[in-house]
C-alpha cells in the first residue's frame, strides 16, 4: 500500500514513477540462516509488491546490494534490476536466459551500480567508472549473447548502494562522477 500511495502521490510529477524496494536481504537467500525460505516463496512475494506499483502504472525497481540469484527478480516482474556492480558486476551475467528476457524481451532496464559507496570513491574517475561500465556490458553482451549497444540503451549507472552513511564530500563525489560518468558514456555511445 506503501508503493501505491507513493505512486499515486508522484504521479502528477512525473510521466514516469519508479518505485524502488530496497532488498538487501536477498543477498542471504540460499544461505544457511535461510535454508528453509523456497525460491518460489521469494518470488511471489516481491511479485506482489511489484503487481501493487503496475496497479498503479507505476515502474518497479529492486536494489540489492549484495550478490544474489538476479534471475528471482526477472522471474517477479521487476522492471528494473539495480545491484552493486562495483562488487558484483559480473554476476548478471551467471544468468544469461533470465537477462534476455528482461533487457530483450520485456525491454527492461539494468541500473549499475558502477559508483563505490565507500572510501574507494576517493580513488575512482570519471575514466575508471566509464571502464568498468564498458568491461561489465561487454562481459554481458558476450555471456547473454545480447547486442551490446541494447543493454547500454537499457541501463543506467547509479550508487552501488545507499550514500546516506557516506561523509558528505564522499557522497557528493559519488553524484559527481555519476553524473559526468554517465555524460561519458552517453558521448560514447551516440546518445548526447
Partial sequence: MKCRWQVQKFKQYADDVVCFI???????????TYVSVQRDDVVAKIGEVVAAIHTDGGLAGVHCCGNTEWSILVDAGVDIVNFDAFQFGETVALYPEQMRTHLVER?????WGVAPTSTAIRNESV???VERFERLTEHLAEKAHIDKRLIVERSFVTPSCGTGSMEVADAER???????TSQQLRKNHGFA
Fill in 174 to 180: 559519488v553524484f559527481e562522477l555519476l553524473g559526468q
Fill in 107 to 111: 525491454k527492461n532496464a539494468l541500473a
Fill in 22 to 32: 530496497d532488498e538487501p536481504i536477498l543477498s542471504a537467500f540460499g544461505s544457511s
Fill in 127 to 129: 575514466s575508471s567508472l
